[in-house]
């Protein structure tokens, strides 16, 4: 990892990235001066870097070695000449406007999605190709929503170098982690449903939420009232149906995208997903358990050999030492782990499985998959 580790976010380093501070430019320490930086690699962006996805894009960017020939580091006005070090070289935090694009090759947005909404075309005009991490564009038929291990098929063609801008969405964060699992299931016995639940962390509603949660923790032991800004109602010490605005048919949009996203990814209109999503005062990765019902027959331990086998996953599943993925165990890692991999003894025969998953929604959820998604277009 470049700046953060394992359990980082146990202690209050966690939030320095978030912090940056004048004196000592505390993010992105420079462990290493990497060779990233090439004359004939691509020029990149990313959009929204002081936010917890942006400092993400830079954490990945350095662990995979990610080449570029330049970096331009943008977020609001707020944050414009904040000084940052990344991979030994300074750089100054501009203010995002319409001409940040010029000579940029590939932009990676993370500032949410009324500003993807209004840059993200503007980049593409400019010959600019954007890995929007926002909600923005996911759902638009002319726009790849891709996971590398599950639909590379479906960005094929879009490269740098072709002077063409193009726009591929990066899905929701909890899809991602769900997907990373169900998908080589569902390769072998077709999911037919699909029943999710989600234990979601702090980290996936943004760098303040993280530090209103530390906040509330300390406030309520103190028994102090705990201060809400980010969220309506206590966090720390509590959990609560996901803060996502409530539709009309009673599932909140964060639920929408995990049945509307399943369905585009894996390219079947056909397969009922339902979801039911909540905050849980986790610092950092989410949970979900995930009942899938199948087409075609699939026993456990053959669930548990493809699981082994599929890339980006690992298998945590030891019932003897009741030891199965945690939050903990899978923050700042880019594999989603899976475990209480069984058979849903509610249906018929072999054809349900139960699975219990976690992932680093910051990480694979976010940074990770649009950095891989970068990676294609070289
Ligand atoms: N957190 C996750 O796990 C996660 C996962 C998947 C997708 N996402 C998506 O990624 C996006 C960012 O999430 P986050 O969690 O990183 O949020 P965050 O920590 O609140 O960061 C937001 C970022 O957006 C920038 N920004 C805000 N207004 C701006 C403006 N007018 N012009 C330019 N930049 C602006 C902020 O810059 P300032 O510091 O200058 O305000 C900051 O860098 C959202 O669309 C979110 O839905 C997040």
Redesign the pocket.
């Known amino acids: 990892m470049a700046a953060i580790t394992q359990n980082s976010f146990l202690s209050s380093n966690h939030l320095q990235l ?1 912090k940056p501070n004048s004196k000592t430019k505390p993010i992105i320490a420079p462990t290493s001066v990497r060779m990233s930086l090439q004359e004939t690699a691509p020029s990149i962006a990313v ?10 894009f830079l954490s990945v960017l350095s662990d995979r070695d990610f080449p570029y020939r330049s970096i331009k580091m ?7 000449g904040k000084q940052y070090t990344f991979q030994g070289h300074d750089y100054t ?1 501009e ?2 406007t319409e001409e940040s694009f010029n000579g940029v090759d590939i932009a990676l ?8 909404k209004q ?1 993200g075309p503007v980049a593409v005009n400019k010959g600019t190709i954007v890995v929007d ?4 564009f996911r759902m638009d038929e002319n726009v790849p929503l891709v996971i590398p291990e599950v639909n590379p098929d479906a960005m094929k063609g879009i490269k740098v170098g072709t002077g063409k801008g193009a726009l591929i969405a ?1 899905p ?2 909890s899809t ?1 982690i769900c997907l990373m699992a169900a998908t080589p299931l569902h390769r072998r016995a077709k999911v037919l449903r699909m029943v999710v639940s989600t234990y979601q ?1 702090a ?7 993280m530090e209103e949660l530390e906040l509330q923790t300390r406030e309520v032991l103190d028994g102090k009232p705990p201060t809400c800004q980010i969220f309506k109602q206590q966090y720390a010490f509590n959990l609560f149906s996901h803060n996502a605005p409530v539709l009309e048919n009673g599932y909140n949009e964060e639920e929408m995208k995990l049945v509307k996203e399943t369905r585009k990814i894996w390219n079947d209109m056909n397969v009922k997903v339902t979801a039911t999503c909540i905050r849980v005062p986790v610092m950092r990765a ?1 949970a979900e358990s995930i009942n899938l019902q199948f087409v075609n027959s699939l026993d456990e331990h053959t669930a548990r050999d493809i699981l082994k086998n599929a890339p980006g996953v690992v298998v945590i599943d030891d019932r003897v030492s009741n030891h199965f993925p945690t939050p903990l165990e899978v923050s700042n890692k880019d594999d989603v782990a899976v475990g209480r991999i069984r058979r849903d003894m509610s249906q018929e025969g072999n054809n349900g499985l139960d699975i219990f998953v976690c992932g680093d ?2 990480r694979k ?3 990770l998959n649009a950095v891989q998604i970068a990676e294609m277009l070289l």
């Open positions: 978030f959009v929204g870097v002081t936010g917890a996805v942006g400092q993400e943008l977020a609001s006005k707020r944050s414009s935090v203010e995002l947005f993370s500032a949410g999605g009324s500003i993807s840059f991490n926002s909600s923005a990066n929701n964060c991602i962390a980290s996936g509603a943004g760098a303040a939420a989410h929604q910051i959820g976010a940074a």
